[in-house]
């Protein structure tokens, strides 16, 4: 069973950073889309950046494109998301999700909805005052 445990949340001001971690486990080896959503209090849930384990390849909403870096930590499936410059929009319960192996490098680049993956962590809250 495929279990995804978020960590790396808290509080800054805006300008700072925060680097969070999604630990993944129960995977058998097949490339997957690993992805980050956010979602804020009475808001939809925000696709954020998708990492394909197959080629490394990535993908960014323009809302955190060039501010946002998704990245596979030492041990795989398992990917962290750097953010810098943060801003009080940012701020949002932060999701990592998985597919169960579909993924492709065409396929992760066209999973941007919450309905596109399959397991997901229990979230870890960022908040950015001013």
């Known amino acids: 069973q495929v279990q995804l445990v978020e960590s790396g949340g808290g509080s800054v001001q805006a300008g700072g950073s925060l680097r969070l971690n999604c630990a993944a486990s129960?995977?058998?080896?097949?490339?997957?889309?690993m992805a980050w959503f956010r979602q804020a209090p009475g808001e939809e849930r925000e696709w954020v950046a998708t990492?394909?384990?197959?080629?490394?390849?990535?993908y960014y909403a323009d809302s955190v494109q060039g501010r946002f870096s998704i990245s596979q930590a030492n041990a795989r499936n398992t990917i962290d998301l750097q953010m810098n410059s943060l801003k009080p929009e940012d701020s949002a319960m932060y999701y990592c999700?998985?597919?169960?192996?579909?993924?492709?490098?065409?396929?992760?680049?066209?999973?941007?909805?919450?309905?596109?993956?399959?397991?997901w962590g229990q979230g870890t809250q960022v908040t950015v005052s001013l």
């Open positions: 990492f394909y384990t197959g080629d490394r390849s990535t």
């Open positions: 999700a998985t597919d169960y192996g579909r993924g492709s490098r065409d396929y992760c680049y066209s999973s941007r909805a919450a309905r596109d993956y399959d397991a």
């Open positions: 129960g995977y058998t080896g097949r490339p997957n889309c």
